[in-house]
């Protein structure tokens, strides 16, 4: 069995290779070997046409990513082939960074900053994180981490998914809670159902001088609605996504002062490999030995 990652480093972070699998690096260019005998390939996050790669690999049985999102994978992964995420990896990391989005934009440090650019010494009062009611429209693993955090600054959390649970309802709920949101955080995986949920209308229920934080998709929010919400100075907005992605230089979110912006670095800390390729180890140890594979993409999820 033949299994292609896309790190040389990760390798070593397989953990014990079943016998007769065989793993080589590929990380896109020149095949390492023939395509055709692959079992399981772990593409790179930006990797090669997946459509003719596709082709290439007739004995593909799983796509297993390094990412927790499939979107993008979906409309090409061939019929009958598993399409696995990476569930986990990156849930500690994305819920630092909304922490840290959230107490930036609310403390004023993008202002801030600007001002220090400006080496103008220029101090204001700001808001509190504390005594603030959040609300996760997402409470899987990454919204669960997010609400702990939010909830240890003393924050009031509401939550959102797809199905209600004790302490969690759904979409319907949404015109009850946004009025009462002082921060919104979309922590949704990109569906038709999610697609465009951030619209005009889901703005206009948000309260006057609201926080809203993406770090699911740029396309859950509608950019233009946003911007010009933004720009009214009525909400402010944290983000870690943009639809289109990179968001153009000239775009005018880039210079409201009610914008934080960052270029999608939500997972993007140390030790990337170290959390991601256990994960695929243990998915080579399954596919070897018969069993059902962890993280199977369903419905988007």
Same mark, same amino acid.
């Given at each position: 069995?033949? !299994?292609?990652?896309?790190?040389?480093?990760?390798?070593?972070?397989?953990?014990? #290779?079943?016998?007769?699998?065989? #793993?080589? #690096?590929?990380?896109?260019?020149?095949?390492?070997?023939?395509?055709?005998?692959?079992?399981?390939?772990?593409?790179?996050?930006?990797?090669?046409?997946?459509?003719?790669?596709?082709?290439?690999?007739?004995?593909?049985?799983?796509?297993?990513?390094?990412?927790?999102?499939?979107?993008?994978?979906?409309?090409?992964?061939?019929?009958?082939?598993?399409?696995?995420?990476?569930?986990?990896?990156?849930?500690?990391?994305?819920?630092?960074?909304?922490?840290?989005?959230?107490?930036?934009?609310?403390?004023?440090?993008?202002?801030? *900053?600007?001002?220090?650019?400006?080496?103008?010494?220029?101090?204001?009062?700001?808001?509190?994180?504390?005594?603030?009611?959040?609300?996760?429209?997402?409470?899987?693993?990454?919204?669960?981490?997010?609400?702990?955090?939010?909830?240890?600054?003393?924050?009031?959390?509401?939550?959102? *998914?797809?199905?209600?649970?004790?302490?969690?309802?759904?979409?319907?709920?949404?015109?009850?809670?946004?009025?009462?949101?002082?921060?919104?955080?979309? !922590?949704?995986?990109?569906?038709?159902?999610?697609?465009?949920?951030?619209?005009?209308?889901?703005?206009?229920?948000?309260?006057?001088? *609201?926080?809203?934080?993406?770090?699911?998709?740029?396309?859950?929010?509608?950019?233009?609605?946003?911007?010009?919400?933004?720009?009214?100075?009525?909400?402010?907005?944290?983000?870690?996504?943009?639809?289109?992605?990179?968001?153009?230089?000239?775009?005018?979110?880039?210079?409201?002062?009610?914008?934080?912006?960052?270029?999608?670095?939500?997972?993007?800390?140390?030790?990337?490999?170290?959390?991601?390729?256990?994960?695929?180890?243990?998915? #080579?140890?399954?596919?070897?030995?018969?069993?059902?594979?962890?993280?199977?993409?369903?419905?988007?999820?």
């Amino acid at each position: 069995m033949k !299994i292609w990652i896309a790190h040389e480093a990760g390798r070593a972070l397989l953990g014990p #290779v079943p016998d007769g699998v065989e #793993v080589e #690096v590929f990380e896109g260019g020149d095949y390492p070997s023939d395509p055709a005998g692959v079992s399981l390939w772990v593409p790179p996050f930006l990797g090669p046409n997946p459509a003719q790669t596709f082709k290439d690999m007739p004995e593909l049985k799983v796509v297993q990513l390094l990412s927790a999102g499939v979107e993008q994978w979906i409309p090409h992964v061939p019929d009958g082939v598993l399409l696995c995420n990476n569930r986990g990896a990156h849930t500690e990391a994305t819920a630092e960074w909304v922490l840290a989005a959230t107490l930036a934009s609310i403390r004023g440090f993008d202002r801030f *900053a600007r001002k220090q650019t400006a080496r103008e010494w220029a101090p204001t009062r700001t808001g509190s994180l504390s005594g603030a009611t959040a609300l996760m429209i997402g409470a899987g693993s990454i919204g669960e981490a997010i609400a702990r955090r939010f909830e240890a600054s003393n924050a009031t959390v509401r939550k959102i *998914a797809r199905t209600a649970r004790p302490g969690v309802g759904t979409l319907a709920d949404l015109p009850d809670l946004l009025p009462e949101a002082d921060v919104v955080v979309l !922590i949704v995986p990109l569906t038709p159902e999610t697609e465009g949920l951030a619209d005009a209308a889901f703005l206009a229920r948000m309260k006057d001088g *609201a926080l809203l934080v993406n770090a699911a998709r740029g396309k859950v929010a509608d950019t233009d609605a946003l911007t010009a919400e933004v720009a009214s100075g009525r909400l402010r907005c944290a983000l870690d996504v943009t639809e289109p992605e990179p968001l153009p230089a000239d775009h005018e979110l880039w210079g409201l002062e009610g914008a934080l912006i960052t270029p999608h670095v939500g997972g993007a800390v140390e030790g990337f490999a170290e959390r991601c390729y256990p994960l695929v180890g243990e998915q #080579v140890r399954r596919l070897a030995a018969g069993e059902p594979l962890a993280n199977v993409a369903e419905n988007g999820y």
